[in-house]
């Protein structure tokens, strides 16, 4: 198979390269926040968010995740890892500044970019798998429940918190969550807000496996990609889509209406208000550091 190895990246010095000798990084102007090689060996790609200091997604980061997820795809990669260049954080979720005090055409943007990006991952047709290596609220729990593979560092978090912000998780935040964990344990920490310790989440099934260093998370993720060898891709693809076709159709055909439902939402005075209390929350915090 004929593997064009690296597409889109950013290469950063700060970046231990594992496999230096084995990948290929193309520096493009258009790549700002996201690492994006592929392994020659294995044909892996692994997408690494590199937005300090806490890879909060905005536009741009989400457009350069899809068009990274897009380019993975249609050169036929392996599978996809997706992992973060920050020693503690996976990803800090959706850009609150996206959200508060928003201009009325970016955040549309903002909002259809991450329904986009959320679409190609959960529909990829090659393996994915999530190597989070930092706490994963929110957004970052969405992005992690769309691959098919959690493997977490220990002591950090993961869950859907919208609730203590006071905003609501969209079907579709819940719809991929409930793929991994009870429905009754679901229902109770997305309406509680609550945020799992590794060794929660691996003990409710929203990780896989707990493991100790970057690398091992890694190497987690490629054995998983791997165990995909002797089987056949097309087959493969087709059989995972029947398992996510009906999310995916939902939020396809409903998008404007979810767009909307969300901007309904967070244009709300008491909704903003709370935004500005939890950022200021997160400032105080922040600078007490
Ligand atoms: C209808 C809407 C539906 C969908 C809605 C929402 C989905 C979401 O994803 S909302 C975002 C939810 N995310 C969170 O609640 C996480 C908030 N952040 C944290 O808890 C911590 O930052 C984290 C544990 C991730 C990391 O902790 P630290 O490493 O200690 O970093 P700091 O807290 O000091 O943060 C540094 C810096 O980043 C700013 N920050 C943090 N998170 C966000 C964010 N999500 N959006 C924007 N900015 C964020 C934080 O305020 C600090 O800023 P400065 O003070 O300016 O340095």
């Not at 719809?175 to 997305?190: C, D």
């Not at 807000?193 to 987690?220: P, Q």
């Not at 939902?250 to 979810?258: G, N």
Request: glycine fraction near 6%; charge should be positive; proline fraction near 4%.
């Amino acid at each position: 198979m004929n593997i064009i190895r690296t597409v889109r990246s950013v290469a950063f010095s700060s970046i231990p390269n594992r496999t230096l000798s084995t990948t290929r990084s193309l520096s493009t102007p258009s790549a700002q926040y996201t690492a994006f090689e592929v392994n020659d060996k294995t044909g892996i790609a692994t997408l690494t968010l590199n937005r300090p200091p806490v890879n909060s997604l905005n536009l741009e980061l989400l457009t350069e995740m899809r068009n990274c997820l897009k380019d993975a795809e249609t050169n036929k990669c392996k599978g996809l890892i997706i992992t973060s260049s920050s020693n503690s954080v996976f990803t800090a979720g959706l850009d609150l500044l996206e959200m508060y005090q928003p201009q009325d055409e970016r955040v549309k943007s903002f909002w259809t970019a991450l329904q986009s990006m959320w679409m190609e991952l959960y529909g990829s047709k090659i393996p994915t798998a999530a190597a989070i290596n930092g706490h994963a609220p929110a957004g970052g729990c969405l992005i992690a429940t769309a691959c098919e593979y959690r493997v977490m560092l220990p002591n950090f978090t993961i869950g859907l918190n919208e609730t203590l912000i006071g905003i609501v998780a969209p079907k579709w935040f819940v719809s991929a969550f409930l793929n991994v964990v009870p429905r009754r344990v679901a229902e109770q920490a997305i309406t509680q807000g609550k945020l799992f310790t590794t060794a929660e989440a691996h003990n409710v099934g929203l990780v896989d496996d707990v493991v100790n260093t970057k690398e091992e998370a890694i190497a987690k993720c490629e054995q998983f990609i791997g165990s995909f060898k002797n089987v056949n891709p097309y087959a493969r693809a087709l059989t995972k889509q029947q398992f996510r076709i009906k999310e995916l159709q939902e939020l396809e055909q409903q998008r404007e209406k979810d767009l909307q439902i969300f901007l309904g939402l967070i244009m709300q005075p008491s909704v903003q208000k709370a935004m500005g209390i939890y950022l200021e929350g997160l400032k105080k915090k922040s600078k007490k550091q």
